[in-house]
C-alpha cells in the first residue's frame, strides 16, 4: 500500500517533469535548420584559455588561437599563420608569414605580433608551465614585417613541429598587455576560426565563428565545449542528444555506441599512451638483462590485449608509434614462451625466481585488471609480484622522486609533436626525471637524433636505439592504446592522432 | 542562556580553526604540487623554480604562520590552477551546491517523515518491516550506482531529463534524487522511535482517556514533540550533503564544491582544497550552532544553567 504511494508520488513528479520539460540540453541538427550549433563533452573543464599558460591540453584554445604551423586532416605540417618555412642555417629557421590578417579585436598580426607571444613564454620570470617545449630556442628575431628568425640554442629538428603546438599560439601584444595575464586567461582574443563567447567555470565554455577568419568561416557557427568527468555520463549525455561529440568512450561503453541508431564510435588506432611495465635496470633483479628478457618472455601480451583490454589496444614492440617521425614498422621479439623464461631465470641464477613489487596507477585501460594478470603470469615462472594501487596525484611525483617500486607501469606518447624524440627521450636518456635506464650509447644517440637536422640520419639513428632497446629491455614490452570518440550521425568528423579537435574540420553530414 | 551561546560560539570557532588546520596538513602529507603543475618532460630545475616562486620551499611551520596571517585577514590565497581568488571560486560555487542539497534534502524530508511516521502509526506490522527495510536498502546502495541507474531509466531510456550539467529545473531532479537517497534512512528511523516513545508517554495516555481517536492524537499532540531530534538529524543531514555531494556532483557534472574539491584533490592546488573545506566547514558548523539555539527555544526541558 505504501509503495504504491511512493510509487505514485514517483509517476506524478515524473509526469509533472514530462509536461515542462523539453529534452533538448544540446543540439540535434537534423533536417540542417539553421545554423549549425554543436556540444562537445570532455573529461575536463579548463582552468585557463592562455595557451602560453595552460595547464592541461589545448583541444579548446587551439579553436581561438592559430599557430604558425598547422596539421592537415593526414597530420602533415602545412602553413598556418606562416605561409612558409626553411632552414637558413644549421640554427636559424626563417619563417614567412601571412599578410593581411587580423585579431578578432582588429589588431593586425605582423612579426611583431609573433615575437611577442615566444618571448613571454621563453621569460623565466614567468614560469610558463610548458616553457621546456620551446626551450630550445634561443630568441625570435624581427626581420621585416612579415619575416622572423627562429634562433635556436642548438641544431633542432623539431622547430616547425614546436611551431605547430602550444605553447607557440599568437597572441595580439596590445591587448594581452593591457588586459593583464589573468584577465586574458579569462577573455582571450587570437586570430583563429572561433572567438571566446564564455566561459561558465565548472560547466563549459562558448565560442563562436569568426565571420572573418583568414582561412574561410568555419560551417559549426557555435560550440560549446562541456565538461563531463564521469565516462558513464558522457556516453549517455550522447545517447540522449544532449551533445553530439564526446572525447574518450571507455572500451566497455563502445557497444552503447555503435549499436545507437543516433550516434557513431570514431576508433583511433594507437593515438594513446605506449603502455609498458618499467624496470629499475640499476637494482637487483633487475640489473641483469636476462631477468628482463626473461620478463618478457614470460608475458602473453597478445591475450592481455585480446581478452582484458577487448581490443582496445594493439600489441607492439616499437616504442614510437606508427604516425611518429621515425617509426620503423614493427619488430619482432619476444613470443610468448614461459620455458624460455624459465631457463633465463636460471641462466641469470634465479632458478626459483625472486619477488617484486608493480606499481599502477588508474590512467591506462583497465590498469589494475592488466597488472594482476601480469601478475598471475609471472607466478607461473616463479615471480611473486605484489599488485600496488597508487593514488593519481601521488603517482605523478612518484616516477620522477624514483620512490617506485621495481617495476612500474608508465604510458608514454608523443603527445601532438607525432615525433620519436617526444616519444622515448624522457624515458630512456639517462638522468631524465621518468627514465630509469642508463646506457651510454642509447643515450649518445638520443642526443644526436635531437640534435641534427638530416632527417635519413635521424630516422637510423631511432631504428638503431629501438633494436639496441628491444635487446637490452630496460621494460616489458605491452601495448599501444586507442582512442574513442563518440559522434553524432549527422555530424561529419573523425577523431586525430594529435588528439586536437578542430571545430572548423566539422560538418554536417549529407542526409 | 547569554552565557550558553556565547561558549557554544566559541566552541565553534575553535571547530572551524580546527578543520583549518588539519586541510592545512594533511593535504601537503603528499608532497607539493610544484611537479603536478608542469608537464612531465619538465627538468627538476624547473620544478625547483616553480616550488620556490610559490613558496612552497619553506618550512611547512613558516608556510602554516603565513596561511594563519592571511586566513585573519580574509585572504585565502589564490589558486594554482585557475590563478583566480580561491575563495571567490569557492562561494562562485556554491550557490549550485546548495541548490542541490536544499532539494535533496527537501525529498529526504518528505519521504523520510512520510516513512517514519506510517511506521510508527503501524508499529510492528507488515509495513513497518516493509518500510523499516525499503529506507534501509536505498541507504546501502552506492551513490554512483544510484546515479547511474536513475542516468540510464530517466535520460538514455525515457528521453526525460538531461543526464548532466545546470541548466535549470530539469538538470536538478536526478541529482536532487541521488543524494536524497541516503538520508531517508536516518530521517524515517529517527521519526519512527521518537514518535513510539513519545506515542507511549503517559500525557498521550491521557489523551487517550479523553477519548480521541488514535490517529488525531497520534498527528496533533505526538507529532509536535516527536519532532525535536528529528531536527538533529536533519540538519546533520543537510551539513553532510554540502560537504557529500561530492560524487553526486561528478556523476551528473554538477558544477558545485564538490566537483571543484576532487579537481584541487586531484591536482593539488593546495589554496582551493583549504578555502574549500574552510568554508563548508563554517556552514557545517554554522548549521549545528543554530540547531543547538533552536532546541533551546523549542524545548521546554533544556534548562541551561
Redesign the interface.
Known amino acids: 500500500?505504501?509503495?504504491t504511494?511512493?510509487l505514485t508520488i514517483l509517476m506524478a513528479?515524473?509526469i509533472l517533469?514530462?509536461g515542462?520539460?523539453t529534452?533538448s540540453?544540446g543540439s540535434s541538427n537534423s533536417a540542417a535548420e539553421g545554423p549549425l550549433e554543436i556540444t562537445i563533452a570532455r573529461a575536463f573543464?579548463i582552468?585557463?584559455l592562455d595557451p602560453g599558460f595552460l595547464?592541461e591540453n589545448a583541444q579548446v584554445v587551439d579553436n581561438i588561437f592559430d599557430t604558425l604551423v598547422k596539421r592537415d586532416e593526414n597530420e602533415k605540417l602545412v602553413p598556418g599563420l606562416a605561409e612558409s618555412w626553411s632552414k637558413v642555417d644549421d640554427t636559424t629557421w626563417e619563417f614567412k608569414l601571412r599578410q593581411g590578417v587580423k585579431f578578432t579585436n582588429d589588431e593586425t598580426f605582423n612579426a611583431e605580433a609573433v615575437k611577442y607571444s615566444i618571448d613571454r613564454v621563453l621569460n623565466?620570470d614567468n614560469?610558463a608551465?610548458?616553457?621546456?617545449?620551446i626551450s630550445t630556442l634561443q630568441e625570435v628575431k624581427v626581420i621585416d614585417e612579415y619575416t622572423v628568425h627562429v634562433i635556436t640554442k642548438k641544431p633542432d629538428p623539431l622547430v616547425p613541429t614546436r611551431f605547430n603546438r602550444y605553447p607557440t599560439e599568437i597572441l595580439p601584444p596590445k591587448y594581452t598587455e593591457e588586459a593583464g595575464?589573468?584577465q586574458f586567461?579569462q577573455k582571450p582574443v587570437g586570430t583563429g576560426p572561433y572567438q571566446f563567447v564564455s566561459w561558465?567555470?565548472?560547466?563549459?565554455v562558448e565560442l563562436e565563428a569568426n565571420p572573418n577568419y583568414w582561412g574561410g568561416e568555419p560551417e559549426v557557427k557555435k560550440v560549446t565545449f562541456?565538461?563531463?568527468?564521469?565516462a558513464?555520463?558522457r556516453v549517455?549525455?550522447l545517447?540522449?542528444n544532449?551533445v553530439d561529440i564526446i572525447t574518450a568512450v571507455s572500451p566497455e561503453d563502445r557497444e552503447k555506441v555503435t549499436s545507437s541508431t543516433t550516434a557513431k564510435l570514431s576508433t583511433v588506432e594507437r593515438a594513446g599512451n605506449t603502455v609498458y611495465v618499467g624496470l629499475k635496470t640499476e637494482e637487483e633483479p633487475f640489473n641483469n638483462p636476462k631477468v628482463r628478457q626473461a620478463l618478457n618472455y614470460a608475458i602473453d601480451v597478445k591475450s592481455i590485449v585480446e581478452n582484458v583490454l577487448q581490443g582496445a589496444a594493439v600489441e607492439t614492440n616499437s616504442l614510437i608509434g606508427p604516425k611518429d617521425f621515425g617509426y620503423a614498422g614493427e619488430f619482432d621479439a619476444y613470443e610468448y614462451d614461459p620455458e624460455k623464461a624459465k631457463a633465463l631465470l636460471t641462466e641469470a641464477g634465479y632458478p626459483n625466481g625472486f619477488s617484486s613489487k608493480l606499481d599502477t596507477v588508474g590512467w591506462y585501460i583497465k590498469n589494475t585488471d592488466v597488472a594482476q594478470v601480469i601478475a598471475e603470469q609471472l607466478k607461473a615462472v616463479g615471480i611473486n609480484i605484489t599488485v600496488n594501487n597508487v593514488?593519481?596525484?601521488?603517482y605523478?611525483?612518484l616516477v620522477?622522486s624514483g620512490k617506485q617500486s621495481g617495476m612500474y607501469v608508465l604510458g608514454w606518447s608523443s603527445t601532438n609533436t607525432l615525433d620519436a624524440d617526444?616519444a622515448i627521450y624522457?624515458i630512456l636518456r639517462s638522468g631524465e626525471?621518468?627514465s630509469t635506464y642508463a646506457n651510454p650509447d642509447v643515450d649518445a644517440k638520443l642526443d644526436e637524433a635531437r640534435s641534427t637536422t638530416d632527417e635519413a640520419r635521424r630516422t637510423a639513428l631511432y631504428k638503431e636505439i629501438q633494436e639496441k632497446v628491444l635487446q637490452e629491455a630496460p621494460r616489458i614490452f605491452l601495448y599501444q592504446e586507442n582512442q574513442y570518440y563518440g559522434i553524432a550521425s549527422d555530424l561529419n568528423w573523425n577523431g586525430r592522432v594529435d588528439g586536437s579537435i578542430p571545430v572548423s574540420t566539422i560538418t554536417a553530414a549529407n542526409q | 542562556m547569554k552565557r550558553y551561546v556565547l561558549k557554544r560560539f566559541l566552541q565553534s570557532l575553535l571547530a572551524v580553526l580546527g578543520a583549518a588546520t588539519i586541510v592545512f596538513f594533511i593535504i601537503r602529507l603528499?608532497?607539493d604540487p610544484a611537479?603536478?603543475?608542469?608537464?612531465?618532460?619538465?627538468?627538476?630545475d624547473?620544478?625547483a623554480?616553480?616550488r620556490e616562486?610559490l613558496g612552497f620551499n619553506q618550512p611547512v611551520w613558516i608556510q602554516y604562520i603565513d596561511y594563519l596571517k592571511n586566513l585573519v585577514t580574509g585572504d585565502l590565497g589564490n589558486?594554482l590552477?585557475?590563478?583566480?581568488s580561491a575563495l571567490s571560486?569557492v562561494l562562485?560555487?556554491m550557490p549550485a551546491t546548495i541548490d542541490l542539497a536544499v532539494s535533496a534534502i527537501l525529498i529526504a524530508v518528505v519521504?523520510g517523515l512520510?516513512?517514519g511516521i506510517?511506521s510508527a502509526y503501524k508499529k510492528n506490522s507488515f509495513?513497518d518491516h516493509?518500510?523499516s527495510g525499503?529506507v534501509f536498502l536505498i541507504q546501502s546502495l552506492p551513490v554512483f550506482w544510484v546515479g547511474?541507474v536513475l542516468?540510464?531509466i530517466?535520460?538514455?531510456n525515457l528521453?526525460?531529463?538531461?543526464?548532466?550539467?545546470?541548466?535549470g529545473?530539469?538538470?536538478l531532479?536526478l541529482p536532487a534524487l541521488t543524494l536524497a537517497a541516503y538520508p531517508i534512512a536516518p530521517i524515517a528511523r529517527t521519526m519512527r522511535a521518537s514518535l513510539i516513545e513519545v506515542i507511549d508517554q503517559s500525557y498521550m495516555t491521557t489523551s487517550k482517556a479523553q477519548g480521541f481517536s488514535k490517529r488525531r492524537r497520534v498527528l496533533q499532540r505526538g507529532l509536535k514533540n516527536a519532532f525535536l531530534p528529528v531536527i538533529t538529524v536533519i540538519s546533520l543531514e543537510f551539513g553532510v550533503m554540502i560537504a557529500g555531494a561530492v560524487v553526486t556532483e561528478?556523476?551528473?557534472?554538477w558544477?558545485?564544491v564538490g566537483?571543484?574539491i576532487?579537481?584541487g584533490?586531484?591536482?593539488?592546488d593546495f589554496p582551493l582544497v583549504q578555502a574549500s573545506i574552510l568554508i563548508i566547514s563554517i556552514i557545517y558548523i554554522f548549521i549545528n550552532f543554530i540547531t543547538d539555539l533552536i532546541y533551546l527555544l523549542i524545548d521546554p526541558r533544556i534548562k541551561v544553567q
Open positions: 500500500m505504501n509503495k504511494k511512493l513528479l515524473t517533469i514530462a515542462c520539460s529534452t540540453g573543464d582552468t585557463g595547464t623565466p614560469n608551465p610548458t616553457a621546456s617545449y595575464q589573468e586567461a561558465e567555470k565548472g560547466s563549459s562541456r565538461s563531463i568527468p564521469e558513464s555520463t549517455s549525455a545517447l540522449n544532449e593514488e593519481s596525484s601521488v605523478r611525483t620522477p617526444a624522457a626525471s621518468y | 603528499s608532497g611537479r603536478l603543475m608542469l608537464p612531465p618532460e619538465a627538468s627538476e624547473q620544478v623554480a616553480l616562486s589558486s590552477y585557475y590563478k583566480d571560486l562562485g560555487r519521504l512520510g516513512a506510517l509495513v516493509a518500510l525499503g547511474i542516468i540510464l530517466f535520460a538514455v528521453h526525460l531529463l538531461p543526464t548532466s550539467g545546470n541548466r529545473l530539469t538538470s531532479m561528478t556523476i551528473f557534472s558544477p558545485g566537483q571543484l576532487i579537481q584533490v586531484s591536482n593539488r
